[in-house]
């Protein structure tokens, strides 16, 4: 059972332009939500987070908008860099679990010069 | 600060054998988690710990052991490691403390079991 779910492996865009990461769930009780960027051969690390009581959240080029009736929320990337390129996590928790995460399969972002 | 370090880096096991992945912070947290990255998948949660002493069963704790005896350390034992078991362990930490708090990873330990 897929509680966490990104459905595009991978995603490609040119530089400068916008990237835009899908992520998908299904267990109502998630009340926080983070995505994570993993270079290869590195642990992920931690990109930006936002709780249910929001809708947005924004870092500099980062946005994460959370839609909770759909159960879906999405990350923005804009302007793309080719320093982005990584894999992108997606991952949610709630509050009776303490910490624990439960993570998306990734989505390979690629961006091209 | 180091952060979450881990080693070995790459190991390789022939099956039956044991091993134990270790895993130190020197962050203070509470909390510290191991998972496993199968290609092509999320990270699955193998054990958690929420203090010294205290470990719990994540999503797929089968074949693996653990132990907490200090804070900084959570050292993760294979008993009889199967081909299944070939994967990329990453252990993690976080402040935890009932509030929501970023994981810190660690670089991961490859795995492979022939």
């Known amino acids: 059972d897929q509680q966490v779910k990104q459905n595009s492996p991978s995603l490609s865009v040119q530089e400068g332009r916008i990237s835009i990461l899908n992520c998908d769930y299904t267990?109502?009780?998630?009340?926080?939500f983070l995505w994570y960027k993993k270079y290869p051969a590195e642990g992920p690390t931690f990109l930006i987070s936002?709780?249910?009581?929001?809708d947005k959240n924004e870092d500099g080029r980062f946005t994460v908008f959370l839609n909770k009736s759909a159960k879906h929320l999405s990350l923005h990337i804009v302007p793309s860099q080719p320093g982005d390129s990584a894999v992108y996590f997606c991952?949610?928790?709630?509050?009776?679990?303490?910490?624990?995460?439960?993570f998306g399969e990734g989505t390979q972002l690629t961006v091209n010069p | 600060n180091a952060g979450v370090t881990q080693t070995p880096k790459f190991r390789i096991l022939k099956i039956g054998q044991s091993m134990t992945l270790q895993c130190t912070q020197d962050?203070?947290?509470?909390?510290m988690y191991w998972y496993r990255q199968d290609p092509g998948m999320g990270l699955k949660l193998i054990y958690y710990?929420?203090?010294?002493?205290?470990?719990d069963k994540g999503e797929v704790p089968n074949g693996y052991n653990v132990s907490r005896s200090t804070t900084e350390d959570f050292p993760l034992r294979l008993e009889l490691a199967a081909p299944s078991q070939t994967s990329v362990y990453f252990c993690a930490s976080s402040g935890g403390s009932g509030g929501y708090n970023e994981q810190f990873f660690g670089p991961g330990t490859r795995l492979t079991v022939l």
């Open positions: 936002i709780s249910s009581i929001k």
């Open positions: 710990s929420v203090g010294a002493g205290i470990t």
């Open positions: 991952a949610a928790s709630e509050r009776t679990s303490g910490s624990r995460l439960t």
């Open positions: 267990n109502s009780m998630f009340d926080y």
């Open positions: 962050m203070n947290h509470n909390y």
